[in-house]
């Protein structure tokens, strides 16, 4: 199939080289040039693993490309994907001004049929809206315009591959038409049916689910998904203050949680809290949404206000520690929202830093991918070239990101570089009886400290190279 896809942000960009990858001829558009120049030039204004591979296949197999014309990009695709960016307005609720945009463009641009799909996350009964700005502005054309949503599950850090092997496709859908055609687009991985470039072992056997809904519906299912991992991780937030209050071991707890499959492993990580473009925008937004319907939200707003005083509280946990946090040099690893991505949208890292630096503090970082993006942010924090320039002299370590190489750093240096053995683990990454028996003073979220413990976590594998 023919697609366009407008907006090159991590969704766009994934979804179009991905739908490149299984055999469309796509067409990647975005109102900022300079994306455009830097895709076109064979750089990526972002980092996400694989994706530069499949990015640069696909554009020399010329199945993928990228244009500033987004006439001829709309006029192109059989079908267009709307990928814009819904940031939160200061009420909480979606900024939905690029969807109308871009409905408005493509009705008044398009000179043939087109079905039009909202991946975007947007709230329920957008379509209702998109469905009508395409019918009041196209009317001059007299095209034919159908709507579908098909929302997006892919994660930061595992894009490519969550997008490629994914465990649901959800389509919403008003006609039989439109889920014909999204069924076309989604074949060879419905069916397995493509060569797959980017494979590992992490990737399901099994064939996704196709899960065919109303547009209300799929849309809903957005938010409702990333809301409940959101609630998820709060609760195992709340229920590690509630192991360190009492003496109680979180990995020890989440353990025999996850092990209950009603539960399941996945998102009971405890920490420094949620973060990125997706869960805090998306839980806050769909409070909106149901507060406008009437509908009690209250445990929305529970999760969200336990995300938001994790800081506050690990700032309390540095202060009880360092006493004055004015000119006490603290060393900050990790700055990305997680790892394996360069973003540091509301990244509880830069919030963190922020609160250290009003308080007087001497802030160094160092990132492995997202110390650009911090800088412009965080102009006056200094940034190291490794994590063991990055603690020298330091009275504090900060670990903000789990990225999985720090678990492997040469712990005995970094102990001896810095001028006191401090460290503060916002992730649970290191094993914190390792730490102490290398000398550390160590703390971590919820955890008792027992010398000699050792804890088998699925996720969080300590292997004995490692601390
Ligand atoms: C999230 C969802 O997981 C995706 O399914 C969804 O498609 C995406 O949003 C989106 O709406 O586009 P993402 O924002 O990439 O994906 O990040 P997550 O992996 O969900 O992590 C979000 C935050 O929660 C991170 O700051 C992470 O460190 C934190 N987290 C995650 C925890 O604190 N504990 C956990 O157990 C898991």
Redesign the pocket.
């Given at each position: 199939m023919r697609i366009c896809v407008i907006g090159c942000g991590y969704?766009g960009l994934v979804t179009g080289a991905c739908f490149a990858e299984i055999g469309h001829e796509v067409v990647c558009t975005d109102n900022d040039g300079q994306k455009i120049t830097t895709l076109n030039d064979g750089g990526l204004p972002i980092y996400e693993p694989h994706l530069d591979e499949i990015v640069r296949q696909n554009v020399a197999e010329k199945r993928l490309s990228f244009s500033v014309n987004l006439a001829e990009a709309i006029r192109f695709g059989d079908a267009v994907f709307i990928c814009v960016g819904t940031p939160p307005l200061p009420n909480g609720e979606a900024d939905l001004s690029a969807i109308d945009n871009v409905a408005r463009l493509i009705a008044v641009e398009s000179r043939s049929p087109k079905l039009v799909v909202e991946k975007s996350?947007v709230p329920t009964q957008t379509g209702q809206h998109v469905k009508r700005a395409l019918s009041i502005y196209g009317r001059k054309s007299g095209v034919e315009f159908t709507v579908a949503s098909n929302p997006?599950?892919?994660?930061?850090?595992t894009a490519v591959l969550d997008f490629l092997h994914p465990d649901r496709i959800v389509v919403g859908v008003d006609d039989r038409g439109s889920e014909e055609q999204l069924r076309e687009v989604y074949r060879p991985i419905t069916e397995q049916r493509f060569r797959c470039r980017v494979h590992n072992d992490s990737c399901p056997a099994q064939k996704p689910h196709f899960l065919v809904t109303s547009i209300n519906s799929a849309e809903l299912i957005k938010h409702a998904?990333?809301s409940f991992?959101a609630v998820k991780?709060s609760y195992?937030n709340m229920v590690a203050d509630m192991c360190e209050k009492l003496g109680a071991d979180i990995d020890e707890v989440t353990q025999a949680l996850g092990l209950d499959p009603r539960i399941g492993r996945h998102?009971?990580?405890p920490?420094l809290?949620?973060?990125?473009?997706?869960?805090p925008k998306?839980i806050q937004a769909f409070i909106r949404l149901g507060e406008r319907a009437g509908v009690d939200v209250s445990l929305l707003k529970s999760a969200e206000a336990i995300n938001k005083q994790r800081i506050e509280s690990f700032c309390n946990k540095a202060r009880q520690l360092l006493w004055v946090l004015k000119d006490k040099r603290i060393a900050v690893l990790g700055l990305a929202?997680?790892p394996n991505t360069d973003d540091i949208r509301f990244a509880?890292a830069i919030d963190l830093i922020n609160r250290l630096l009003v308080e007087g503090a001497q802030i160094q970082a160092y990132d492995p991918e997202a110390m650009g993006k911090a800088s412009a942010v965080l102009p006056s924090v200094r940034y190291c070239h490794d994590a063991y320039e990055l603690t020298d002299g330091t009275d504090a370590l900060i670990i903000a990101t789990e990225w999985p190489e720090f678990k492997n750093l040469d712990w005995s240096s970094i102990r001896d570089r810095m001028l006191r053995p401090l460290v503060l683990d916002g992730r649970n990454l290191l094993d914190a009886a390792a730490m102490k028996a290398l000398g550390f003073e160590y703390h971590s979220v919820g955890r008792e400290t027992r010398e000699g413990k050792t804890n088998e976590q699925p996720e969080r594998t300590v292997h004995s190279r490692e601390v």
């Open positions: 969704v996350t997006e599950f892919l994660r930061e850090g998904c990333n991992l991780i195992a998102f009971l990580s920490g809290g949620f973060g990125g473009f997706c869960l998306d929202f997680k509880p």
